[in-house]
């Protein structure tokens, strides 16, 4: 893709996926204008996006309907006026994830799992996520090769299953993640490994030859937790790269956010898992939104929810209905509503 005067004699070229990542869309005047959208009529704000920057991979708006304002992907990443109206009860640490820190990027809330954020990077923001305020820095298990995050797993016999999270564990370099594994790989109490990834959906060319050999030659089982809210999330590149991830022998399931305007009808939650499933992906959650300082205007209340859920599960078999539930500061699982 760079053109060969560019590229230093002796230099690697970085994968095609870091390049896509590098040319993501981070003007929100030229997003709108791809779409055909005017700027002012859009309620797009610039003081919403100098305080968390819009971010959003190519192939992602080329799955956007040009000329819709409310398209259900474009709602998810455009910086809005709404996000700037502080609302009591939306705070900067919606999940409590500060108080259940262990150590350096590793969260210990829920037995016999371990939460690493690996990394604060995300190839898309989303204008819901808690990540528009964590403070990640230095806080990131991967920052001192790893050494703080594998020592206390090693040090515990009780943890079974270690969680990559992050932002997107998935935007490290596969050899990052290598690292990772390979001390993981001498600690002989771990029985699974999950992923919380969006970058498979958002950047299907993520899961390219380089990451697919990474995942064959893990020692355990292995789980990638997807994150899609709408079903028009899903094309050709991503069902391509979902069956990569199967033939390398993934569980595949997802994770959405109910948010409004988005997908918070049963048509699109329908739709969403049919998707899901046509691509060999089971619905795991349906999350109620973290209430975070500047998400207040997508939030559904619970009563809805409740009620969206209730006629998801007539609709659909039951392997096709996730569990609805809320992050709750303290707590020792997610708290079914
Ligand atoms: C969600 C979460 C997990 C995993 O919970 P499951 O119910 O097993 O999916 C683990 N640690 C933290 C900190 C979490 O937020
Ligand atoms: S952590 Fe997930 S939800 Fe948050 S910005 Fe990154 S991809 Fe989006």
Same mark, same amino acid.
């Given at each position: 893709m760079i053109p060969a005067a560019l590229t230093p004699p002796h230099a690697t070229p970085a994968p095609r996926w870091q390049q896509l990542w590098r040319d993501a869309v981070r003007d929100p005047r030229e997003l709108l204008a791809m779409l055909g959208l005017d700027a002012a009529a859009s309620g797009m704000s610039d003081a919403a996006a100098a305080q968390f920057a819009l971010r959003v991979p190519r192939g992602f708006v080329a799955r956007m309907r040009a000329g819709d304002p409310g398209d259900p992907l474009l709602r998810q990443v455009l910086p809005l006026d709404a996000e700037m109206q502080p609302t009591p009860g939306f705070a900067l640490d919606a999940v409590g994830d500060t108080l259940a820190r262990a150590g350096q990027g590793v969260i210990r809330k829920y037995r016999g799992r371990a939460l690493l954020v690996a990394t604060g990077s995300c190839a898309v923001n989303c204008r819901y996520c808690f990540r528009r305020h964590f403070p990640y820095g230095e806080e990131t298990a991967a920052a001192a090769g790893w050494r703080e995050a594998v020592g206390l797993i090693a040090a515990d016999p009780s943890i079974d299953e270690v969680i990559l999270s992050g932002g997107?564990?998935? +935007?490290? +370099?596969t050899p990052k993640l290598a690292e990772l594994t390979d001390a993981l790989a001498g600690v002989p109490h771990l029985r699974r490994l999950r992923v919380h990834t969006r970058l498979p959906v958002v950047l299907p060319e993520r899961v390219d030859e380089a990451l697919v050999a990474w995942l064959r030659a893990l020692p355990w089982p292995v789980t990638v937790v997807l994150h899609a809210n709408h079903a028009n999330e899903f094309d050709d590149t991503v069902d391509a790269a979902l069956a990569r991830l199967r033939a390398a022998g993934a569980t595949l399931l997802n994770q959405a956010v109910l948010l409004r305007g988005v997908n918070d009808s049963v048509d699109a939650l329908a739709a969403l898992s049919e998707r899901g499933f046509a691509a060999g992906v089971l619905p795991y959650y349906l999350h109620q939104l973290d209430r975070v300082q500047g998400a207040a205007h997508f939030e559904v209340d619970d009563a809805t929810a409740r009620e969206l859920h209730r006629a998801l599960a007539a609709r659909l078999s039951g392997y096709l209905v996730p569990r609805l539930v809320r992050e709750v500061a303290g707590d020792p699982g997610k708290r079914p509503l």
């Amino acid at each position: 893709m760079i053109p060969a005067a560019l590229t230093p004699p002796h230099a690697t070229p970085a994968p095609r996926w870091q390049q896509l990542w590098r040319d993501a869309v981070r003007d929100p005047r030229e997003l709108l204008a791809m779409l055909g959208l005017d700027a002012a009529a859009s309620g797009m704000s610039d003081a919403a996006a100098a305080q968390f920057a819009l971010r959003v991979p190519r192939g992602f708006v080329a799955r956007m309907r040009a000329g819709d304002p409310g398209d259900p992907l474009l709602r998810q990443v455009l910086p809005l006026d709404a996000e700037m109206q502080p609302t009591p009860g939306f705070a900067l640490d919606a999940v409590g994830d500060t108080l259940a820190r262990a150590g350096q990027g590793v969260i210990r809330k829920y037995r016999g799992r371990a939460l690493l954020v690996a990394t604060g990077s995300c190839a898309v923001n989303c204008r819901y996520c808690f990540r528009r305020h964590f403070p990640y820095g230095e806080e990131t298990a991967a920052a001192a090769g790893w050494r703080e995050a594998v020592g206390l797993i090693a040090a515990d016999p009780s943890i079974d299953e270690v969680i990559l999270s992050g932002g997107d564990p998935w +935007s490290l +370099s596969t050899p990052k993640l290598a690292e990772l594994t390979d001390a993981l790989a001498g600690v002989p109490h771990l029985r699974r490994l999950r992923v919380h990834t969006r970058l498979p959906v958002v950047l299907p060319e993520r899961v390219d030859e380089a990451l697919v050999a990474w995942l064959r030659a893990l020692p355990w089982p292995v789980t990638v937790v997807l994150h899609a809210n709408h079903a028009n999330e899903f094309d050709d590149t991503v069902d391509a790269a979902l069956a990569r991830l199967r033939a390398a022998g993934a569980t595949l399931l997802n994770q959405a956010v109910l948010l409004r305007g988005v997908n918070d009808s049963v048509d699109a939650l329908a739709a969403l898992s049919e998707r899901g499933f046509a691509a060999g992906v089971l619905p795991y959650y349906l999350h109620q939104l973290d209430r975070v300082q500047g998400a207040a205007h997508f939030e559904v209340d619970d009563a809805t929810a409740r009620e969206l859920h209730r006629a998801l599960a007539a609709r659909l078999s039951g392997y096709l209905v996730p569990r609805l539930v809320r992050e709750v500061a303290g707590d020792p699982g997610k708290r079914p509503l």
